[in-house]
């Protein structure tokens, strides 16, 4: 079978989904699959000038509204004209990770089965990053696009149950969803024996709002003020990276913090660490939480989305409500002050994380997915009426 999948970003970008596809593509090659990705690269940009056309809204309100809305456009346009450009040969089945990649490759390929994995919400990030607002016309666009693509998909599939939850209001059938939650390739990962004389609490994000970032450091002053040592590592670069790093000066943390900027392989750096703590916002899975715990990594959460799913409270980590630094602080302290129950939340996150998020049950999942689409391209093509 030949398979393409349809990214956004290239696979070097960061991100779940990065993290993720090309591994998958890697496995399925081994067992004989012919397997492409594809995705668009940053320098194309402005260069499609087809119409586009949605079957399930008028979009022609919108353009003009927003230059977030006319952007997006601009991309699937640009997606079109590089598709046109790049692909000359057919697939058995598309599986695109992004709406974009998604709705062109069903303009493009209208009979071939076409799938898709919704992995976040780009309007949700948008308001908590403060750039757009709820119910704005922003909003309504972005979230129409969810029916659209209820209407042209072959299967969706998404990777938390609280995702389906949150797109069930925009489509008809949210129980047709399929969830398969991320898996990672657990050669990747390789923790480390260690032993810290000081707490090294490590996070690793994109530096946007959304990740509660100024959260963790309130909740690291509160740590500091109670008497208690440690050093937190931040990986990741984005907007409000001088923000933070002038809040940590001004909260009287610059000996405690180290900003690394962006990394492109963190799995590597992890394992030499003690807690991995990321208070976000909102997450629809959370890739990296299971990272950290394939590195054996204690973990401490927000009780949102895709982490709430990932962490049960006290047993592989701790949850804390989001927006509460006090709540934040206390989790932090436990981790410091009790080495011994830091080891068994990290003992016990490893182990849960090696059998609910391996690649092999991914391939696995997938597998069945790709075959079931397969055969019903067949069997419709051999019985027309169908």
């Known amino acids: 079978m030949n398979i393409l999948q349809a990214l956004f970003f290239?696979?070097?970008?960061?991100?779940?989904?990065?993290?993720?596809?090309?591994y998958i593509q890697e496995r399925f090659n081994k067992l004989g699959w012919e397997m492409e990705l594809f995705s668009l690269p940053k320098r194309v940009r402005g260069k499609g000038q087809e119409e586009v056309k949605f079957e399930t809204f008028d979009h022609t309100p919108f353009i003009g509204s927003s230059p977030i809305i006319d952007k997006y456009l601009q991309t699937y346009r640009d997606y079109v004209w590089w598709t046109k450009l790049r692909l000359k040969k057919s697939y058995d089945i598309i599986h695109a990770h992004h709406p974009i990649a998604a709705l062109v490759m069903k303009q493009l390929?209208?009979?071939?089965?076409?799938?898709?994995?919704?992995?976040?919400?780009?309007?949700?990030?948008?308001?908590?990053?403060?750039?757009?607002?709820?119910?704005?016309?922003?909003?309504?666009?972005?979230?129409?696009?969810?029916?659209?693509?209820?209407?042209?998909?072959?299967?969706?599939?998404?990777?938390?149950?609280?995702?389906?939850?949150?797109?069930?209001?925009?489509?008809?059938?949210?129980?047709?969803?399929?969830?398969?939650?991320?898996?990672?390739?657990?050669?990747?990962?390789?923790?480390?024996?260690?032993?810290?004389?000081?707490?090294q609490f490590i996070?690793?994000?994109?530096?946007?709002?959304?990740?509660?970032?100024?959260?963790?450091?309130?909740?690291?002053?509160?740590?500091?003020?109670?008497?208690?040592?440690?050093?937190?590592?931040?990986?990741?670069?984005?907007?409000?990276?001088?923000?933070?790093?002038?809040?940590?000066?001004?909260?009287?943390?610059?000996?405690?913090?180290?900003?690394?900027g962006y990394m492109l392989h963190p799995e590597e750096f992890m394992p030499f660490f003690d807690v991995f703590v990321l208070p976000s916002r909102a997450e629809a899975f959370g890739s990296v939480f299971a990272e950290a715990a394939l590195c054996f990594l204690a973990l401490i959460g927000t009780n949102v989305g895709g982490i709430a799913e990932q962490i049960e409270d006290s047993v592989n980590g701790l949850l804390?409500?989001?927006?509460?630094?006090?709540?934040?602080?206390?989790?932090?302290?436990?981790?410091?002050?009790?080495?011994?129950?830091?080891?068994?939340?990290?003992?016990?996150?490893?182990?849960?994380?090696?059998k609910a998020y391996s690649l092999t049950r991914v391939i696995s999942q997938l597998k069945k997915v790709y075959l079931s689409l397969n055969q019903a391209e067949i069997s419709a093509a051999e019985d027309p009426e169908t």
């Not at 946007?208 to 003020?225: F, M, N, Q, S, T």
């Not at 080891?343 to 994380?353: F, K, N, Q, V």
């Open 10 to 22: 290239p696979p070097e970008q960061p991100g779940g989904v990065s993290s993720m596809v090309p």
């Open 109 to 199: 390929y209208p009979d071939t089965p076409v799938m898709m994995t919704i992995h976040s919400s780009f309007e949700r990030e948008l308001i908590l990053n403060g750039r757009i607002k709820e119910h704005g016309v922003e909003h309504q666009f972005l979230t129409a696009i969810y029916g659209e693509l209820e209407a042209k998909m072959d299967k969706i599939l998404t990777v938390s149950e609280s995702f389906r939850s949150y797109v069930a209001p925009y489509i008809n059938e949210p129980d047709k969803i399929k969830v398969i939650p991320n898996g990672f390739d657990e050669k990747r990962f390789k923790p480390s024996p260690h032993e810290n004389a000081v707490t």
């Open 203 to 260: 996070t690793v994000c994109r530096l946007v709002p959304a990740k509660g970032i100024d959260v963790l450091l309130k909740a690291c002053a509160e740590l500091k003020r109670k008497g208690h040592p440690f050093v937190l590592h931040i990986i990741g670069d984005g907007p409000i990276r001088p923000e933070l790093e002038k809040m940590a000066v001004e909260l009287d943390l610059y000996d405690d913090i180290i900003f690394y």
């Open 320 to 354: 804390v409500p989001p927006e509460d630094p006090e709540a934040l602080a206390d989790a932090m302290e436990k981790m410091v002050v009790d080495p011994s129950f830091r080891y068994e939340l990290a003992r016990s996150g490893w182990d849960r994380a090696k």
